[in-house]
T-cell receptor, first 114, second 112 residues
């Protein structure tokens, strides 16, 4: 069964540095998403992306964050000037559509900011 | 705004016990409702879904019924197994928009 893959599985970065989290969505999916889960808290929506542009974003997704689909297969989340509170598990997801089609999640990237 | 509330965990059961994990929601309109499961070290996997009132989602022995009158989507299984040990997340999606709104997650441990 096709799956969403995320790399790396664990990223350790110094505070203030930029980090790029990578995702390869399922090949025939058109909608892409990022979520995060701070330890002990809920899974929170960050952003959705369709047709090479952001279709929806949460209040968490401020100017520090950006997303990109640099080629036909990858979908990236960039965090500029990381802060301690960015430490979390980041999940990528993809779906064929947004009405009743489910979102399929990757295994996540654990980001640790030191 | 939209929100999802799950019963507090963790939940510990013996093998073959009956499972209920409560989930209630607040939303305008008629959201779609989901249960996701996260096994240790893995991502979120869709377990089941329901898209309109009175729909019953089912998969792998798990069931949940979309109850509009009580704004609930409780997860049930008649006989749990050790392999069901995982974190279970209830989630909703509005008819407009694409974001999933998750509950807190409920850790289930099933002992042999």
């Amino acid at each position: 069964e096709p799956e969403v893959t995320q790399t790396p599985s664990h990223q350790v970065t110094q505070m203030g540095q930029e980090v790029i989290l990578r995702c390869v969505p399922i090949s025939n999916h058109l909608y892409f998403y990022w979520y995060r889960q701070i330890l002990g808290q809920k899974v929170e929506f960050l952003v959705s992306f369709y047709n090479n542009e952001i279709s929806e974003k949460s209040e968490i997704f401020d100017d520090q964050f950006s997303v990109e689909r640099p080629d036909g297969s990858n979908f990236t989340l960039k965090i500029r000037s990381t802060k301690l509170e960015d430490s979390a598990m980041y999940f990528c997801a993809s779906s064929e559509g947004t009405v009743n089609q489910p979102q399929h999640f990757g295994d996540g990237t654990r980001l640790s900011i030191l | 705004g939209n929100s999802v509330t799950q019963m507090e965990g963790p939940v510990t059961l013996s093998e073959e016990a009956f499972l209920t994990i409560n989930c209630t929601y607040t939303a305008t309109g008629y959201p779609s409702l989901f249960w996701y499961v996260q096994y240790p070290g893995e991502g979120l996997q869709l377990l089941l879904k329901a898209t309109k009132a009175d729909d019953k989602g089912s998969n792998k022995g798990f069931e949940a019924t979309y109850r509009k009158e009580t704004t609930s989507f409780h997860l049930e299984k008649g006989s749990v197994q050790v392999s069901d040990s995982a974190v279970y997340f209830c989630a909703l999606k509005r008819t407009s928009g694409s974001r999933l709104t998750f509950g807190e997650g409920t850790q289930l441990t099933v002992n042999p």
